[in-house]
């Protein structure tokens, strides 16, 4: 069936390292677009990133990420880690009919 | 101001108890979702609906149920709570795609 997999449930580094948190992705569906959605501490979800487009690279506030329909995987990238990059990374997929489907989530610590 | 709200923010409720969470969206999206964030915060999608159908996570109990009386409104009623319901429910409207999460409603269950 249609799912999302972030191997990693915690990512702790320090301020400055370059981020990578990992998303695959499973769908027979030809069209699908993903999305990372982050949640700061006492907030709800809000839109990152998004893209549909194959091997096109989206970036948004620093982070960037490229769909790869071949590999299945949409990883979530940034060159340089900020303490105010902490917070909760869900990655998404989203087909046709209103369906959708997150991953369990990556926690990301930045710390000094 | 065009956005996804919520009522009420917090809730503490006894066993057994009923209760009813309200949500609205102001942006003329057609589909709305609730989902539950558990306490190791993964998000399960519960319901989602717009006027022409209604999808329901199957492994939703039954006490949970859905309520709306047009597309703007979705709230979320839970006949009778359990302790494991305890959570944070968050109330989403879509363009199809993209989700556009209220502030959540926050229940606890004593």
């Known amino acids: 069936g249609d799912s999302v997999t972030q191997t990693e449930g915690l990512v702790t580094l320090t301020e400055g390292l370059p981020v990578m948190l990992n998303c695959t992705y499973q769908?027979?569906?030809?069209?699908?677009?993903l999305f990372w959605y982050v949640q700061h501490l006492n907030e709800s979800p809000r839109l990152l990133l998004k893209?549909?487009?194959?091997?096109k690279r989206t970036e948004h506030q620093g982070f960037h990420a490229t769909l790869h329909k071949s590999s299945s995987s949409f990883h979530l990238q940034k060159s340089s880690a900020q303490l105010s990059d902490s917070a909760l990374y869900y990655c998404?997929?989203?087909?046709?009919?209103?369906?959708?489907?997150f991953g369990d989530g990556t926690q990301l610590v930045v710390k000094p | 101001e065009t956005a996804v709200f919520q009522t009420p923010n917090y809730h503490v409720t006894q066993v057994g108890n009923e209760v009813s969470f309200n949500c609205k969206q102001t942006?003329?999206?057609?589909?709305m979702y609730w989902y539950k964030q558990d306490s190791k915060k993964l998000l399960k999608i519960m319901f989602s609906?717009?006027?022409?159908?209604?999808?329901v996570n199957e492994t939703v109990p039954r006490r949970f149920s859905p309520q709306s009386s047009d597309k703007a409104h979705l709230n979320l009623r839970i006949k009778s709570v359990e302790p494991e319901d305890s959570a944070v429910y968050l109330c989403?409207?879509?363009?199809?795609?993209?989700?556009?999460f209220g502030p959540g409603t926050r229940l606890t269950v004593l």
């Open positions: 989403a409207s879509s363009d199809s795609y993209e989700q556009y």
């Open positions: 769908t027979i569906y030809s069209n699908p677009f």
């Open positions: 893209s549909f487009t194959d091997n």
């Open positions: 998404a997929l989203s087909l046709s009919n209103n369906r959708i489907f």
């Open positions: 942006l003329g999206h057609d589909t």
């Open positions: 609906y717009n006027n022409k159908q209604l999808i």
